[in-house]
């Protein structure tokens, strides 16, 4: 029997403006301009990347800069000098997450902020700029239930967590726009203020990418985004479980 359907949390909180100002209306050349970033809700990405500002110049990308963010929220540098005429030409701007070494020098395919240039060279960024994910998940939503299809016991619902509808056959239960090459979806449920992933997926009618989980039990999973945590694991009873957009590249585990 499946039991206790609830209802996931999917959510992104990003805000981020762009200008580029400079007092000299006839710039002789090679001359720079300052570009300003403000921004509020980016994450740490860690030791291993980056973020790029790259600015749309004749169609083309041109790197504008490299910046890191601490675990407090603080970016390492806000202003960055860029060429006077790229930033006369540029049409649009796109925020990237790049490796921090060994980088191709084109984007990568991790795209998590757009925006056009206006007149003055401003730009209100956001993620569902065509150039970015596409979609600010607006739409997006679902249930989950507390259940374990790999155990045979008939009393350890509360270790498993599945994005799948009962009623339906059972069928998905998440309603989430497609991702842009880059991004995956992942799940995670955070039982006593620990997170622990579910797996990743580009699709909810489909497995995720460890099926039951590593502490699954010996029974088959169902073709669905879910986790059986049958040994390892506290009380799934006390969770709140989230499906969040991320980077195919990130290698984050369970904790």
């Known amino acids: 029997m499946w039991r206790r359907t609830?209802?996931?949390?999917?959510?992104?909180?990003?805000?981020?403006?762009?200008?580029?100002?400079?007092?000299?209306?006839?710039?002789?050349?090679?001359?720079t301009v300052?570009?300003?970033?403000?921004?509020?809700?980016?994450?740490d990405v860690g030791p291993d990347f980056v973020y790029e500002n790259w600015l749309i110049v004749g169609g083309a990308p041109v790197s504008a800069g490299r910046f890191s963010v601490s675990a407090a929220g603080t970016p390492s540098a806000t202003t960055f000098e860029i060429d006077q005429d790229d930033a006369d030409r540029a049409t649009a701007y796109v925020l990237t997450i790049e490796p921090a070494v060994g980088d191709d020098p084109a984007p990568s395919d991790v795209h998590l902020l757009g925006g056009d240039l206006n007149t003055v060279?401003?730009?209100?960024?956001?993620?569902?700029?065509?150039?970015?994910?596409g979609t600010d998940f607006a739409s997006a939503g679902g249930s989950y239930i507390l259940e374990t299809p790999t155990s045979a016991a008939a009393d350890d619902y509360f270790r498993g967590v599945w994005f799948l509808d009962p009623a339906a056959g059972p069928g998905?239960?998440?309603d989430l726009p497609p991702l842009p090459a880059g991004w995956v979806y992942e799940g995670w449920s955070v039982v006593d203020g620990v997170p622990y992933s579910t797996g990743k997926f580009v699709s909810a009618a489909g497995d995720d990418s460890d099926f039951g989980g590593d502490s699954a039990g010996p029974m088959p999973s169902p073709p669905f985004p879910g986790q059986d945590f049958v040994s390892g694991?506290?009380?799934?009873?006390?969770?709140?479980?989230?499906?969040?957009?991320?980077?195919?590249?990130?290698?984050?585990?369970?904790?």
């Open 172 to 174: 998905p239960s998440l």
């Open 6 to 31: 609830r209802h996931p949390v999917l959510a992104i909180a990003l805000a981020f403006l762009i200008g580029c100002s400079d007092d000299n209306d006839d710039p002789a050349p090679g001359e």
């Open 121 to 133: 060279g401003a730009a209100r960024l956001t993620v569902d700029h065509a150039a970015a994910l």
């Open 233 to 255: 694991t506290g009380s799934m009873d006390r969770t709140k479980s989230v499906a969040s957009a991320a980077t195919a590249a990130s290698t984050r585990k369970a904790a």
């Open 34 to 43: 300052t570009m300003r970033l403000s921004f509020a809700g980016l994450e």
